[in-house]
């Protein structure tokens, strides 16, 4: 049986940490304008995936 591929577009988006997965921040691209400076500020820090979705992230991240 062949190895198990990695989703290279979670790969890319995606990283694995001691006990989290930690993800991006969404809506943070453009039409930067209108958001407040408070809201973009909040934007920055890195987010970690929810426990609901965390297995399939795992699922699609394995090595």
Known sequence: M?????KRA???RFSIKKNVI???SAFR???L?????KTKR???SSQ??????EA???KMLVK
Do not use: D, E, F, Q
Not at 33 to 37: E, L
């Open 56 to 58: 399939n992230v795992r």
């Open 2 to 6: 062949p190895k198990m591929k990695t």
């Open 33 to 37: 304008t209108k958001k407040s400076r």
């Open 22 to 24: 930690k993800r991006g």
């Open 48 to 53: 970690y995936v929810h426990s609901t979705n």
């Open 42 to 44: 909040g934007l920055r």
């Open 29 to 31: 691209s453009h039409i």
């Open 10 to 12: 979670a790969a890319k």
